[in-house]
């Protein structure tokens, strides 16, 4: 079984914090890449970040190189993208994405991203 489930986004200023959590089955963290994406209204997707379990993070998009850190915890299969100097730009519904491991790497495509979670909203205003 393929699950994912998003939690923590939220409304902050610009320059705030957030961290992001994707829960993972085994499965699915085992074997899979684990990428965030991210879709602002009238825009396309956009890859955040990947990581892959027994390679660590992989890939950073680069209007978020420096501010964003994708990370994972093992044991509890967890994936969190802890997101720094936050800018109105960074606004958008961001999902966490299961892919075969080749899809980790640039240039990402969503279409190789076969399950999704159900989305959560980073909102960044002052």
């Known amino acids: 079984e393929i699950r994912l489930a998003e939690s923590g986004g939220g409304s902050v200023q610009p320059g705030g914090t957030l961290r992001l959590s994707c829960a993972t089955s085994?499965?699915?963290?085992?074997?899979?890449?684990i990428a965030w994406w991210r879709q602002a209204p009238g825009n396309e997707r956009e890859g955040v970040a990947t990581?892959?379990?027994?390679?660590?993070?992989?890939y950073y998009a680069e209007s978020v190189k420096g501010r964003f850190t994708i990370s994972q915890d093992n044991a509890q299969k967890m994936v969190y993208l802890q997101m720094t100097a936050l800018k109105p730009e960074d606004t958008a519904m961001y999902y966490c994405?299961?892919?075969?491991?080749?899809?980790?790497?640039?240039?990402?495509?969503?279409?190789?991203?076969?399950?999704w979670g159900q989305g959560t909203q980073v909102t960044v205003s002052s």
């Open positions: 990581i892959y379990h027994a390679g660590g993070p992989i």
């Open positions: 994405a299961a892919g075969p491991p080749k899809s980790c790497y640039a240039p990402l495509n969503s279409e190789e991203f076969g399950s």
């Open positions: 085994e499965r699915t963290y085992s074997s899979n890449c």
